[in-house]
């Protein structure tokens, strides 16, 4: 059965970092291509990232020079490094395999001083 | 970019009823387009693929159709569960979301 975990989220002070991972089973995260999606707090759902079996990587406009997306294969990870918070970056976070037919449950990044 | 608008932004309907969702892109699109399912506290549901295609494990109630820049979602007999909002989402150039249309009672 594919699994996949959100962690690392919280409270965070604007201008701040936070790293977000997403713990996937029951799939080899390698031979997928996998994102990350948002939603803010009354809003709808946005696309953040999104990372190649190969590594190459895409941003929205929003997070593009703030946010890194990873994979650590070998533990079947993937990450993403949220650096310069900012209140907007609020939401929750979800994982989703690239093909977006499997996804976490989400985790919460709040931004705030 | 392309920008998706959907509509109506909120579907009022009774169980039992047909539901008619439109997202229509600001340019084309091919078929590259999918329709998720998402409910308050839950990961969103992939429901269709490629325009058309439904998702593994999905009702036949749910179908897809339309190409290029209009897109319709068609939920022949609504059950209690699928009162929820659903977005669509482009996959031709970047992973756009629309905002969204809630369908309520």
């Known amino acids: 059965e594919v699994q996949l975990v959100e962690s690392g989220g919280g409270l965070i002070q604007p201008g701040g970092s936070l790293r977000l991972s997403c713990a996937a089973s029951g799939f080899t995260l390698s031979s997928n291509f996998m994102s990350w999606v948002r939603q803010a707090p009354g809003k709808g759902l946005e696309w953040v990232s999104l990372?190649?079996?190969?590594?190459?990587?895409l941003y929205a406009d929003s997070v593009k020079g703030r946010f890194t997306i990873s994979r650590d294969n070998s533990k079947n990870t993937m990450h993403l490094q949220m650096n310069s918070l900012r209140a907007e970056d609020t939401a929750v976070y979800y994982c989703a395999t690239g093909s977006f037919d499997h996804w976490g449950q989400g985790t919460l990044v709040s931004v705030s001083s | 970019e392309i920008v998706l608008t959907q509509s109506p932004a909120t579907l009022s309907l009774s169980p039992g009823e047909r539901a008619i969702l439109s997202c229509r892109a600001s340019q084309s699109v091919s078929n590259s387009l999918a329709w998720y399912q998402h409910k308050p506290g839950q990961a969103p549901s992939l429901l269709i693929y490629d325009a058309s295609n439904r998702a593994t494990g999905i009702p036949a109630r749910f179908s897809g159709s339309g190409s290029g820049t209009d897109f319709t979602l068609t939920i022949s007999s609504l059950e209690p569960e699928d009162f929820a909002v659903y977005y669509c989402?482009?996959?031709?150039?970047?992973?756009?979301f629309g905002p969204g249309t809630k369908v309520d009672v």
């Open positions: 989402q482009q996959r031709s150039q970047g992973f756009t």
């Open positions: 990372t190649y079996t190969r590594g190459n990587t």
